[in-house]
C-alpha cells in the first residue's frame, strides 16, 4: 500500500518527488561526508605511523605517541638497542616541526628525517632521496603551492630541491617531508632556528628491524628491559594511541558536527512528511471515517518516510562520494572515505533513525483529523 502510495505521488508530481528525494539525499551526504572524514583522519595516522616498516618503535621514556609528539632520544640508545638480541638493525629518525612559507601563506609541516628506513613508502611523481639539500614532500604541499620535481622549497631560509612527491603522508590536518640527516644537521646550523642545539630534536625515535620469526612483542619487552631511557612499541600499539590522541582531542568536535547533522535531517524529514500529511488530510479523513485507527494512519507515515529515505540512500552515496572528491582535490591534505563500511553503516542507522523521528512531526496532525473532513474533501 505505501509503496503503491509513493508511486501514485512520484507520478502524479514528479518534479517534487525529485525534489524531496534531493533533500533527503543532500542531508544523509552530509551525515556521510562527515562521517568519513573523522574516518579519513584516523585513517591518515594510523597510515603515517604503519608505513614507516618498523618491527618495534622505539620513543623516549614516557613518550606513547608518534605523530604530533616530542620526543628526544639519547644518542647512545641506540647502540644499547641494537646489542639485544634479536635486533638486525635500529634505524634512526627524527621528527622536526616547521613552518613553511612562500607567497604569504604559510603551512605547518612535519619534517622526517630517515637514515636507512622510515622514508615514503610511494611515490606519485619523481624519485627517492638521493644527495644533500634533497627533499620528498607530500601531495597536498605540490598542489597548494604548485610545485614539482626539480624546484626549491626553502625551510627556515634552508634551500632544499624538491626530488619527488609522496602519496597519503599527510596526518593531523597536516603534511609530512622527508630529507636525510646530513641535511637536518646543515638546516640546524645555516638556518634560523638555531638557538640552543641541546634542545634540538637529532634522535626522535629508532624504527627497530628484528630478525626473521622472532617475536615482536617480545623483543620490545626486552628493550624496556634493558634500556630504561627509552619505550618500545610495536606498531600497531603507538598507532592505537595517536588514534587515541586524535579522538580526545577532536571526538566531540566531530560528534557536535554530526548532531547537528543529524538534527537537520530530522527537521527535513519532518517538514516534508507534514506536508504531506497535509496536502493528503482530507484522504486520511476518510481512511479515519472507514475505521482506519490512528496507530495504523502513523504506521504507515513512518513506512512512508523509511521508504523515501531508502530511494535516497543511493543517491546520498553518489553525492557524498562526489564531495569527498572535490574537497580533497582542493584540500589534499584531507582523506574522506565516505564509502568505508564503518562510515556507511552508521550512517544507514542514522538516517533511518532520524526519518522516523522527523515523520513524529505530523502526529498531532494526524491524530486532530476529524472523519467530517472526508466530507469536504
Not at 638546516?187 to 634560523?192: G, H, N, T
Not at 512531526?361 to 472526508?374: G, H, Q, T
Request: net charge negative.
Amino acid at each position: 500500500m505505501i509503496l503503491q502510495l509513493v508511486i501514485k505521488k512520484a507520478r502524479a508530481e514528479p518534479a517534487q518527488f525529485i525534489f524531496v528525494i534531493i533533500a533527503i539525499a543532500s542531508v544523509i551526504a552530509l551525515v556521510l561526508v562527515l562521517e568519513g572524514f573523522r574516518q579519513g583522519i584516523y585513517q591518515q595516522i594510523r597510515q603515517i605511523i604503519m608505513s614507516r616498516g618498523a618491527d618495534v618503535i622505539v620513543a623516549q621514556a614516557g613518550v606513547s605517541n608518534m605523530v604530533a609528539s616530542r620526543s628526544i632520544l639519547p644518542q647512545l640508545s641506540r647502540q644499547a638497542v641494537e646489542r639485544i638480541d634479536g635486533v638486525v638493525e635500529a634505524h634512526p629518525m627524527t621528527s622536526l616541526p616547521a613552518i613553511y612559507d612562500k607567497g604569504g601563506r604559510q603551512t605547518p609541516v612535519f619534517v622526517l628525517v630517515y637514515d636507512t628506513l622510515g622514508g615514503p613508502a610511494e611515490l606519485e611523481a619523481g624519485r627517492q632521496l638521493a644527495q644533500n639539500r634533497e627533499i620528498v614532500i607530500d601531495r597536498s604541499l605540490a598542489v597548494i603551492y604548485e610545485l614539482l620535481p626539480g624546484d626549491d622549497f626553502v625551510l627556515n631560509d634552508f634551500s632544499f630541491t624538491v626530488v619527488g612527491i609522496s602519496k597519503d603522508t599527510a596526518a593531523f590536518f597536516t603534511p609530512f617531508a622527508f630529507t636525510n640527516y646530513d641535511d637536518l644537521i646543515d638546516l640546524y646550523f645555516e638556518s634560523d632556528i638555531v638557538g640552543d642545539l641541546s634542545t634540538l630534536p637529532l634522535l626522535s625515535f629508532l624504527l627497530v628491524e628484528i630478525e626473521a620469526g622472532r617475536d615482536a612483542s617480545r623483543i620490545a619487552a626486552e628493550i624496556d628491559k634493558r634500556v630504561p631511557e627509552v619505550d618500545a612499541y610495536l606498531p600497531d600499539a603507538i598507532a592505537a594511541n595517536d588514534v587515541a590522541m586524535s579522538r580526545s582531542m577532536l571526538g566531540q568536535v566531530f560528534q557536535l558536527m554530526i548532531v547537528i547533522a543529524y538534527l537537520i535531517g530530522v527537521l527535513v524529514i519532518g517538514l516534508i512528511m507534514f506536508s504531506s500529511v497535509q496536502k493528503r488530510k482530507y484522504e486520511l479523513a476518510v481512511f479515519k471515517a472507514i475505521g482506519f485507527s490512528f496507530s495504523r494512519l502513523a504506521q504507515s507515515v513512518i513506512a512512508e518516510s523509511l521508504l523515501l529515505t531508502l530511494l535516497a540512500l543511493p543517491l546520498a552515496a553518489v553525492f557524498a562520494y562526489v564531495l569527498s572528491l572535490l574537497i580533497q582535490e582542493a584540500a589534499p591534505v584531507y582523506l574522506i572515505l565516505t564509502t568505508e563500511d564503518g562510515p556507511m553503516i552508521r550512517t544507514l542507522i542514522a538516517s533511518l533513525v532520524f526519518s522516523i523521528l522527523g515523520s513524529l512531526m505530523s502526529f498531532r496532525m494526524i491524530a486532530r483529523l476529524e472523519p467530517v473532513l472526508a466530507l469536504r474533501g
